[in-house]
């Protein structure tokens, strides 16, 4: 490692803040991306942000979706997925199809504790009885150190995916995470995600020809049944739909 870069390492990296100024800037920037396509956003969001653009996903077709335009516009974008050790063997295989396809590595995040810590010290699998307690030191507690030093991160939320994200701006400030909110398939459609992977021979993880719209963790995730919304198969028996990484009361 260069001297310059130690001398980065050590150097704290000025969280971004939401002045007046920044705000108006992503409100405005969001109504005129009401026309743009998601290839426009995105190119804004990494000139804009580059190198504090990053990228959280859990290979679900959204995020395929945006992972093969950033190939395309930006494949030094760093991207993560966040690993709580539920995964669906499924889930993690498609990771290394990322990188055969796009050269491209997703790096794993994780808690400190194993699952075999973690039941060990809660008595028990904590998804059975308190999933929020579950995902919020799993998932929200890992995102919170991963995006340490960023400046903005893209979502794969639509805004046809589920009542609570019916109003999700394409850019917005996320109050939860102290960051810019990019979310260029807001205006899409679920036929228009996967008429591009089709398109354009996305991977996608196989699970989805299983019935399950919705891909988390394997012991709260389900096939949808017919009529369902997209979300349904997430959580099922619980009133809980969202994991903690989008909800629309955290953003302005």
């Given at each position: 490692?260069?001297?310059?870069?130690q001398q980065e390492?050590?150097?704290?990296?000025?969280?971004?803040?939401?002045?007046?100024?920044?705000?108006?800037?992503?409100?405005?920037?969001?109504?005129?991306?009401?026309?743009?396509?998601?290839?426009?956003?995105?190119?804004?969001?990494?000139?804009?942000?580059?190198?504090?653009?990053?990228?959280?996903?859990?290979?679900?077709?959204?995020?395929?979706?945006?992972?093969?335009?950033?190939?395309?516009?930006?494949?030094?974008?760093?991207?993560?997925?966040?690993?709580?050790?539920?995964?669906?063997?499924?889930?993690?295989e498609l990771r290394?199809?990322?990188?055969?396809?796009?050269?491209?590595?997703?790096?794993?995040?994780?808690?400190?504790?194993?699952?075999?810590?973690?039941?060990?010290?809660?008595?028990?699998?904590?998804?059975?009885?308190?999933?929020?307690?579950?995902?919020?030191?799993?998932?929200?507690?890992?995102?919170?150190?991963?995006?340490?030093?960023?400046?903005?991160?893209?979502?794969?939320?639509?805004?046809?995916?589920?009542?609570?994200?019916?109003?999700?701006?394409?850019?917005?400030?996320?109050?939860?995470?102290?960051?810019?909110?990019?979310?260029?398939?807001?205006?899409?459609?679920?036929?228009?995600?996967?008429?591009?992977?089709?398109?354009?021979?996305?991977?996608?993880?196989?699970?989805?020809?299983?019935?399950?719209?919705?891909?988390?963790?394997?012991?709260?995730?389900?096939?949808?049944?017919?009529?369902?919304?997209?979300?349904?198969?997430?959580?099922?028996?619980?009133?809980?739909?969202?994991c903690g990484l989008?909800?629309?009361?955290?953003?302005?």
């Open positions: 490692m260069s001297s310059d870069e390492n050590r150097t704290p990296v000025e969280q971004l803040q939401p002045t007046p100024e920044l705000l108006e800037e992503l409100r405005l920037r969001s109504e005129a991306f009401e026309t743009a396509t998601p290839q426009q956003i995105l190119r804004w969001a990494v000139d804009r942000f580059a190198p504090r653009f990053t990228m959280a996903t859990a290979f679900g077709p959204e995020g395929m979706v945006i992972l093969h335009m950033l190939a395309e516009i930006a494949p030094d974008t760093p991207i993560f997925n966040l690993d709580t050790g539920y995964q669906f063997p499924e889930t993690l290394e199809r990322v990188k055969q396809r796009y050269g491209m590595e997703v790096e794993f995040k994780r808690s400190e504790l194993s699952v075999d810590q973690y039941e060990r010290l809660h008595g028990g699998p904590l998804y059975e009885s308190r999933p929020d307690q579950c995902c919020g030191d799993r998932k929200i507690r890992v995102l919170h150190e991963a995006i340490r030093g960023m400046h903005a991160w893209a979502s794969g939320i639509r805004r046809d995916q589920s009542p609570d994200r019916a109003k999700a701006a394409i850019i917005s400030w996320d109050r939860k995470f102290g960051l810019v909110k990019v979310s260029p398939l807001a205006k899409w459609t679920k036929k228009d995600v996967w008429k591009m992977i089709v398109d354009h021979d996305i991977p996608y993880n196989p699970l989805h020809d299983r019935g399950y719209t919705s891909i988390g963790c394997w012991p709260c995730t389900r096939a949808v049944l017919l009529g369902e919304d997209e979300r349904a198969g997430r959580w099922s028996g619980f009133a809980k739909t969202e989008h909800t629309l009361e955290d953003e302005k």
